[in-house]
């Protein structure tokens, strides 16, 4: 079985860099699955002009894209394309999101649910002000939760990243049209390097290893950085990622730069910064499925204070693997207070942390899990 994983942009749209971002490295990882599952993984993406070229073994091919802003528009394009050469009895289309997804029944399909995106209004939007103005976000949010629900219903098969969103959408769909639904978390590679919290330390150092965005939690981490500096000499913090706020972090900690370093890393690199750091703050504000970073700070011994978030709640176990609180500084603060005077805490934690994730989040029972799915697929054209 021959199967096309469509996202509007894993590469860059000249096919030279691969982007930023949870979406690609997962469907690069999906697609090695399906490759070691003797089943043959194309991803088709839009391009300035078309290209193709083979990357691990996975043939990629940028399509042309249309001269407009709508998604969907785009998906159905590339769609298209996949239809010029696909099997249309024997093989998949598996969308990257479900959000891209068109319906159709000119072939099988499945889409992936990343985890509820519109728990939260941004107040980057353009029109905030105005929804602000008119008491609008009543209708805002209900338009995004119609969105959400029209959206994942257009494939003929999904797989959720959480729990959170499945019990949330059956609470809004007739049972009768929620089928061919199967949870798969989210995964990390197991570290296998020593991590720092098992070694007394007087220097704790905290890792924030997230995107520079509203959404995951930057506002609430620099709040978060002002307190605990102010109030704690033993503290290092590393900002580990790049986003729109960058400079503005740079600015803010320019005079602290001895004990807040910024800096970005290859997602090759991760696992081994994690193990660096004690602490692991995932500070989102909204929109989170079962997050690779909470994950990546598990298998590594780091102790994660996670904001109680969409599927984070489906990892973390509140004072056993880690801690859930809300998401303000306030709240993330007082458990770093909690654990800088309490280092056999930290070391229970960060053991019962990374038991947790190898043996219940590791890339291999993620991939048992996607290949029963595909082999049903495959088994009921047979």
């Not at 098992?198 to 220097?203: G, H, L, R, S």
């Not at 909204?286 to 969409?310: K, Q």
């Not at 599927?311 to 176990?317: Q, W």
Request: hydrophobic residues 40%.
């Amino acid at each position: 079985m021959n199967i096309y994983l469509i996202y509007h942009k894993l590469f860059d749209f000249d096919g030279k860099e691969l982007t930023i971002g949870g979406i690609q490295t997962y469907l690069l990882n999906l697609a090695k699955v399906l490759l070691d599952n003797d089943m043959k993984p194309f991803i088709y993406q839009l391009a300035n002009e078309p290209w193709m070229f083979n990357y691990n073994g996975i043939e990629i091919r940028g399509v042309k894209k249309l001269q407009t802003n709508n998604s969907l528009k785009q998906s159905k394009l590339l769609l298209n394309e996949v239809l010029k050469v696909a099997d249309k009895e024997s093989d998949l289309v598996i969308w990257g999101t479900d959000t891209l997804a068109v319906k159709t029944d000119k072939i099988k399909t499945l889409a992936i649910q990343h985890g509820i995106g519109f728990d939260y209004i941004a107040h980057s939007l353009s029109i905030f002000p105005w929804l602000k103005k008119f008491s609008l976000q009543p209708l805002y949010k209900f338009l995004q939760r119609r969105k959400s629900i029209s959206s994942f219903l257009r494939a003929e098969h999904k797989v959720c990243v959480d729990y959170n969103y499945l019990n949330w959408i059956r609470t809004m769909v007739a049972r009768e049209h929620l089928n061919n639904i199967t949870v798969i978390p989210n995964f990390t590679h197991i570290n296998n390097r020593k991590s720092i919290n098992q070694i007394d330390n007087t220097e704790i150092k905290i890792l924030f290893a997230r995107r520079f965005t509203e959404e995951r939690g930057v506002f609430i981490l620099m709040d978060i950085i002002d307190v605990i500096l102010e109030k704690y000499k033993n503290i290092r913090f590393t900002i580990a990622g790049e986003g729109k706020y960058e400079p503005m972090l740079r600015k803010k900690f320019a005079s602290n730069s001895s004990r807040v370093a910024i800096t970005k890393f290859d997602h090759s690199d991760s696992l081994e910064i994690h193990s660096n750091h004690h602490i692991a703050l995932i500070p989102t504000y909204g929109s989170e499925g079962t997050s690779l970073s909470l994950l990546e700070a598990m298998t590594s011994g780091c102790v994660p204070i996670a904001s109680n978030v969409g599927g984070m709640t489906n990892i973390v176990l509140d004072g056993y693997n880690g801690f859930l609180v809300d998401p303000t500084a306030e709240s993330f603060i007082e458990k770093i207070s909690f654990l800088i005077g309490n280092f056999e805490a930290i070391q229970q934690i960060s053991y019962n942390a990374k038991l947790s994730a190898d043996s219940a989040f590791c890339y291999a029972e993620w991939a048992n899990k996607w290949a029963n799915v595909t082999n049903k697929i495959e088994k009921k054209n047979e």
